[in-house]
């Protein structure tokens, strides 16, 4: 049986995660550019909320099922943090802290997934399998 939520390290570095990106909506100019700070609010709060509500749902499919979009939510996050520091919406230097949570964040869901499908059954596609799913060409 897996342990309590708040023992996985992987939760640890959600909840971390947000705070962080929350926090740097909150400061200028980014607190400025409403759209841009909502949907990295909304992704960043995404993650936690979305492995709570997987683990609290009781079985192991629906946590891998909240787990795949946390991880969902963990890449649109990391892409509106990468847009704001182009557009030097936020100091380089703190959207490259969140940035790097974002990163750690991804290995440790992929490896959660990985470790949890493994003993399911159910197989966790590798990006290389995605792509080649995703590409194929379609005869109909």
């Given at each position: 049986?897996?342990?309590?939520?708040?023992?996985?390290?992987?939760?640890?570095?959600?909840?971390?995660?947000?705070?962080?990106?929350?926090?740097?909506?909150?400061?200028?100019?980014?607190?400025?550019?409403?759209?841009l700070a909502?949907?990295?609010?909304?992704?960043?709060?995404?993650?936690?909320?979305?492995?709570?509500?997987?683990?609290?749902?009781?079985?192991?499919?629906?946590?891998?099922?909240?787990?795949?979009?946390?991880?969902?939510?963990?890449?649109?996050?990391?892409?509106?943090?990468?847009?704001?520091?182009?557009?030097?919406?936020?100091?380089?230097?703190?959207?490259?802290?969140?940035?790097?949570?974002?990163?750690?964040?991804?290995?440790?869901?992929?490896?959660l997934l990985?470790?949890?499908?493994?003993?399911?059954?159910?197989?966790?596609?590798?990006?290389?399998?995605?792509?080649?799913?995703?590409?194929?060409?379609?005869?109909?």
């Amino acid at each position: 049986m897996m342990r309590q939520l708040a023992t996985l390290e992987a939760w640890r570095c959600a909840e971390c995660l947000a705070r962080s990106a929350y926090r740097l909506t909150l400061e200028p100019p980014l607190c400025r550019h409403f759209g841009l700070a909502d949907q990295i609010r909304r992704a960043a709060l995404s993650v936690p909320a979305n492995m709570a509500e997987g683990y609290a749902l009781g079985t192991t499919p629906q946590f891998i099922r909240c787990l795949r979009i946390a991880l969902g939510s963990v890449a649109e996050l990391q892409s509106h943090l990468n847009i704001s520091k182009d557009l030097n919406l936020t100091s380089a230097r703190v959207a490259d802290e969140s940035l790097d949570l974002c990163g750690r964040e991804i290995r440790l869901l992929i490896g959660l997934l990985r470790r949890l499908e493994r003993r399911s059954g159910s197989p966790f596609p590798s990006p290389h399998s995605l792509t080649r799913r995703f590409t194929k060409s379609d005869p109909t």
